[in-house]
């Protein structure tokens, strides 16, 4: 069964940075497109960013434009989130997510993680 | 940014009876590229409806989506005890997704 596992999350303090990590098993990676999407306590889901197959695409929310970088490397089945200058606002489960059709770049997301936790706070 | 408005925030039910839940688009959703999710507390959310109206794979038939533009509507027809959950609508016609705020279904 295709499975998502992310790993990275903890706590840091504001300003801070932290790199979120998700290993891809069981179903070809870099023939999906990819995604992140937050959840923070007790609130709904936003959309956070995606890549594209080839990692050539990057796609960002406007709340983490400039301060938050995807990648992945499909060579290892791994996507990743660099997340710098991080703020309180910040703080939610992150999920990793992929997409729900072969070869194309869609963000409808039809496998999840069970989602790394991110505390951001002095 | 598309803004996706779902309605109602709460909606009481009881199992057997339909289930009508509503996602108001602030723009047209290109290519009805509209999606539906149920989360459970504690679980990661579910793909049930993709592309407006298309089920995802082993959804049950009882669930139904529709709309097109900027209005879209997820049916349950006859709600189970298992689909007590949050539902949140997604747009992805655009670069930029977004979410709606949710819809708690809960029992009456």
């Known amino acids: 069964e295709a499975q998502l596992l992310e790993s990275g999350g903890g706590l840091v303090q504001p300003g801070g940075s932290l790199r979120l990590s998700c290993a891809a098993s069981r179903f070809t990676f870099s023939s999906y497109a990819m995604g992140w999407v937050r959840q923070a306590p007790g609130k709904g889901l936003e959309w956070v960013s995606s890549?594209?197959?080839?990692?050539?695409?990057?796609y960002y929310a406007d709340s983490v434009k400039g301060r938050f970088t995807i990648s992945r490397d499909n060579s290892r089945n791994t996507l990743y989130l660099q997340m710098n200058s991080l703020r309180a606002e910040d703080t939610a489960l992150y999920y990793c997510?992929?997409?729900?059709?072969?070869?194309?770049?869609?963000?409808?997301?039809?496998?999840w993680g069970r989602g790394t936790l991110v505390t951001v706070s002095s | 940014e598309i803004v996706l408005t779902q309605s109602p925030g709460t909606l009481s039910l009881s199992p057997g009876e339909r289930a009508t839940l509503s996602c108001r688009a602030s723009?047209?959703?290109?290519?009805?590229?509209l999606a539906w999710y149920q989360q459970k507390p504690g679980q990661a959310p579910r793909l049930l409806i993709s592309?407006?109206?298309n089920r995802a794979t082993g959804i049950p038939d009882r669930f139904g989506g529709s709309g097109s533009g900027t209005d879209f509507t997820l049916t349950i027809s006859r709600l189970e005890p298992e689909d007590f959950a949050v539902y949140y609508c997604q747009q992805y016609g655009s670069s930029l997704s977004t979410f709606g705020q949710g819809t708690k279904l809960e029992i009456k």
């Open positions: 592309g407006a109206s």
């Open positions: 890549i594209s197959l080839s990692g050539g695409g990057t």
């Open positions: 997510a992929k997409s729900a059709i072969f070869g194309v770049v869609t963000w409808c997301f039809d496998l």
């Open positions: 723009q047209s959703v290109s290519n009805s590229y």
